[in-house]
């Protein structure tokens, strides 16, 4: 299976990474095309893909074909394939907010579709990517796709009328969880921890509770029972943060940001 890529972003190449790491292609199987010749450049010198210097070109020569360029680039991008024959092939979007129909209306044609909303710990192998399929996809595409995804991460389907909520729980959450591990961290800073350590602390405390979530399957609200002992110090936290109203500031961000990707 040839895989394309037309936009080289960080993106990119947590996927490349992934899918090579995983065996799915061979860096000769790999094409890409970026703005810059310089980012061409880096990446067959990082990755030893195939750089084409041009979006029709990285087109043609894909099975598999991501567009993993910027939204605001899409319609440009479009403009530059769409009169090539793709019907035998696969069109992946990471864009929010680019629907499936808006994908077929934008090619003027109904192809494969599929929309992917990967998150930025695909860097490091953990990304959480939501994705859906066009009525035109086949069953080998879909699972040629899943793999794809899954090599950098978990990949959850769900029906696309779900897709503008998931840049407020896994999208665009990790933001907002760095921007609480900088907190924790600045608060242990306070009180006489070297920052780097806080840092570290911190950052494996949230590693070790979503994996203590996930494994053991038990409710959160569970779980944040079985640390607060009567009248300990967790209970006194947990009261703080209940009185600067720490869930309901969390669900009005979470909510706030699904209400701007509907917009998009």
Known sequence: MKIGFIGLGNMAQAMIGGILNRGLAAPEEIFGSA???????????????????????????????????????????????RDLDLGEKTVVSIAPGKSLSW??????????????????????????TAV????????????EVLAVLE???KAFEVPERLMDVVPGVSGCAPAWVFMMMEAMADGAVAEGMPRKQAYE????????????????????????????SPAGSTIQAVRVLEEKNFRGALMDAVIACIQKSREL
């Open 35 to 81: 703005k810059t010749a310089e980012t061409e450049k880096r990446m067959r010198e990082t990755y030893g893909i195939c750089t084409t210097g041009d979006n029709r070109e990285t087109a043609r020569r894909s099975d598999l074909l991501f567009l993993a360029v910027k939204p605001q680039f899409f319609e440009e991008v479009i403009g530059q394939i």
């Open 201 to 228: 602390m911190a950052a494996q405390a949230v590693l070790g509770s979503a994996k203590l979530l996930l494994e053991t399957g038990k409710h959160p609200g569970e779980l944040k029972d079985m640390v607060c």
């Open 151 to 153: 090599s950098f991460g």
């Open 132 to 143: 859906c399929f066009s009525s035109r996809v086949t069953e080998r595409q879909k699972q």
């Open 103 to 128: 994908l077929k209306e934008r090619f003027s044609c109904d192809l494969a579709f599929v929309r992917a909303m990967p998150n930025t710990p695909a860097l490091v192998s953990e990304g959480c």
